[in-house]
């Protein structure tokens, strides 16, 4: 009677942590997108400030991506940017107390729109920014319209200037593409060498040296992923650097070499054991009709395992896709849209990784890099339905 | 029922003891435990200092989770409102300075730029050392993430708040900076002061258009000659200013500073 008690609560036991386990995922995804989504209804400027000029200027609205080459000094007429035949000045807003006094400004800066609309009387051609506090009775100036961010702008702008003043730009187009290229050239380095040696490891070694060999390589999953990018910055990136004659070693290529290594004891281990777990029988039929070793092999045994290697294919490009720190090292992490596996590249997780910890809590730059996290969990939850579809189709 | 006490009686004293907390900048980590350490032999405190990056330290500040947010940057407009959000009071102390250091490959013939030439090599438009009297060999420069406080503050200086170039290479850590710095023959880069050593070489700097090339070391940082120099931050509320403020006097006391100084950091003063 109590027995039976006792394996009822263990089935409810086991129902309570899967349902503990599916609600916890969906909370995170859920909280996630809260964030990644708040980021599309931001503007660029930063939180609390204005675009002004002067209220002759005929300018009405500006893009961000233009707003940002004005306060980089890029253009020096308005006519430049769609306004009349002036030349631009910038003031930025930093620079305001080598104009005024700290009285003139205030003690609790309540006079800056007094002040901002001086300097803009004197100087009419000006562009500045404005805390949008000041903005009230003894404020003159016109507010330039700056466009909210964009789903489009996000993905096609190539600019990631997160923390720009006044200005952000957010283009992550150049990280989304260097987050596949590294992983892409992962996987085609990481694939063959995993299956050759899992093949090998399984059918061929002598078992007493298999008991030697597969808890060396389950240790390299163990190495923490820093010790691999240090690795990679004072051993592969130089090695890169003097082979292809480059200025720079800090590529997506040692980037991509990395991560092979780290995803091999994954790929390795699960492949063994899917080719392990092919019954003998299937082994001595194929050899008793004839087929050699290696036709065995190729031909019986590889097929049998195929759903094994497709879930260690997918586990790998998971490890390469999401792994941030080993890449941060070693990628160079330039923000530019990369034509050759010898270039540096960004990548979502290393921008996330590196940029999470500085970026104020809950601002646009925040929210942007929750984004990230979204496209890469999109990535990501596309490739194992991608693969899970055609595995299961083809069956 | 005698553990029950004692364990009672132990947690209690643990929650009695709880002592000051900084959180914040990575770059003013070392010099908070420095400091940390020191006072609390010296006035049997009980201060605890985590890094995580200045955003992080003056998000817990907002959030109550720290008693002092470290940061190697002004706190910005936004982290301000959010302050005057939550209806809190803030102090802000400049604790000590630290200077930046362009370094170069060794190797470099160049041993001196103005900043004009630094902004234009950091901005993307000087291209080859040739251009600023050096050997023919492509420039690689090497930087700080976007949202570290030495990037910010590097771009305010120098480049006169322009942006740094979409190539720059961003390194996640100063001590990767000198590292790659050190392994590659055309590369710039910029590291506290406390971080040059013999693998790399330093770049005297003119702010004078070319007139006078100041070295950086702790004499010419502190006579105030050598221009990249920046502020570290300590930020505090109002409210707990009793509790904070013998930290603080001690931080900021000769003995204090002589410590800061030890540590490669530059006196606030």
């Known amino acids: ?147 909210s961010i964009k789903f489009a702008d996000v993905f096609t702008t190539q600019k990631w200037f997160p923390t720009s003043k006044p200005i952000a730009l957010f283009g992550i187009l150049p ?69 292809f004659q ?40 194929s050899l008793s009709l004839g087929a050699s070793k290696w036709q065995t092999i190729l031909y019986v045994v590889l097929p049998f395992a195929k759903n094994g290697i497709i879930t260690a294919t997918v586990l790998g490009i998971g490890r390469a896709i999401g792994e941030t720190m080993a890449v941060l090292m070693v990628t160079g992490n330039s923000a530019i849209i990369p034509n050759s596996f010898l270039q540096p590249v960004r990548t979502i997780p290393a921008t996330i990784a590196a940029e999470l910890g500085e970026a104020p809590f809950g601002g646009t730059h925040f929210q942007a890099l929750f984004t990230l996290g979204c496209i890469l969990f999109l990535f990501s939850m596309g490739i194992n339905l991608y693969v899970n579809y055609t595995s299961r189709s083809k069956n | 029922m005698k553990k029950i006490a004692f364990i009672l009686f132990l947690a209690f004293n643990i929650s009695q003891a709880q002592g000051i907390k900084i959180k914040g900048s990575d770059t003013v980590l070392p010099l908070g435990q420095k400091e940390a350490e020191a006072f609390n032999k010296k006035s049997n405190a009980n201060v605890s200092v985590t890094g995580g990056g200045s955003g992080v330290g003056i998000s817990s500040l907002v959030d109550g989770t720290t008693d002092i947010a470290a940061s190697s940057r002004k706190i910005k407009m936004d982290e301000k409102m959010r302050l005057q959000e939550a209806g809190k009071k803030f102090k802000e102390i400049v604790v000590a300075r630290d200077a930046l250091t362009v370094i170069v490959h060794p190797e470099n013939k160049v041993s001196q730029l103005t900043r004009e030439q630094l902004e234009g ?28 406080g030495t990037y910010e503050f590097f771009k305010e200086i120098v480049l006169k708040r322009k942006n740094f170039s979409s190539s720059v290479l961003a390194m996640p850590a100063t001590g990767a900076i000198v590292q790659s710095v050190s392994q590659t023959k055309g590369a710039i880069g910029y590291v506290g002061l406390a971080y040059l050593d013999k693998s790399t070489k330093a770049i005297k700097v003119s702010f004078d258009q070319g007139k006078t090339f100041t070295e950086s070391n702790l004499q010419t940082a502190k006579a105030g000659t050598y221009p990249i120099v920046r502020p570290l931050f300590f930020y505090y509320l109002t409210k707990d200013e009793a509790r904070v403020k013998a930290l603080v006097d001690y931080i900021l006391s000769p003995v204090g500073q002589t410590l800061a100084e030890k540590s490669g950091y530059i006196s606030a003063k």
């Open chain 1, 1 to 147: 009677m109590i027995k039976k008690y006792f394996e009822k609560l263990q089935i409810a036991l086991l129902a309570i942590s899967s349902m503990i386990t599916t609600v916890t995922i969906f909370l995170i995804v859920i909280f996630l997108f809260s964030y990644g989504i708040k980021f599309f209804t931001n503007s660029s400027i930063e939180k609390g400030y204005d675009i002004v000029v002067h209220e002759s200027n005929p300018i009405q609205k500006l893009s961000p991506v233009i707003l940002q080459q004005i306060f980089d000094q890029e253009y020096t007429f308005w006519h430049e940017v769609g306004g009349n035949q002036d030349s631009l000045e910038i003031l930025h807003f930093e620079d305001l107390p080598n104009y005024y006094t700290e009285e003139q400004m205030g003690a609790e800066f309540e006079l800056v729109g007094a002040c901002i609309t001086d300097y803009l009387s004197k100087h009419p051609n000006a562009i500045t920014i404005i805390p949008s506090i000041n903005i009230n009775s003894s404020f003159k100036g016109k507010i330039v319209e700056v466009a």
């Open chain 1, 175 to 243: 990280m989304i593409i260097g987050t596949l290229l590294v992983s892409f050239g992962a996987i085609v380095l990481a694939l063959p060498f995993g299956i050759a040696c899992a093949i090998y490891m399984a059918e061929i070694m002598k078992s007493k040296w298999r008991k030697y060999l597969k808890p060396t390589i389950e240790l390299l999953a163990g190495i923490p992923s820093v010790v691999y990018g240090f690795f990679g910055l004072v051993v592969i990136v130089p090695i890169i650097k003097n082979v």
């Open chain 1, 246 to 285: 480059l200025e720079v070693g800090e590529t997506a290529l040692a980037g991509s070499i990395i991560l092979a290594i780290m995803a091999l004891p994954t790929i390795i281990t699960i492949t063994e054991d899917a080719i392990q777990n092919v019954p003998n029988s299937v082994r001595e039929a």
């Open chain 2, 121 to 148: 090599i950091f901005t993307g438009k000087i291209k080859n050392w040739k251009e600023v009297g050096g050997a023919d060999l492509k420039i690689v420069v090497y930087s700080r993430e976007t949202s570290s």
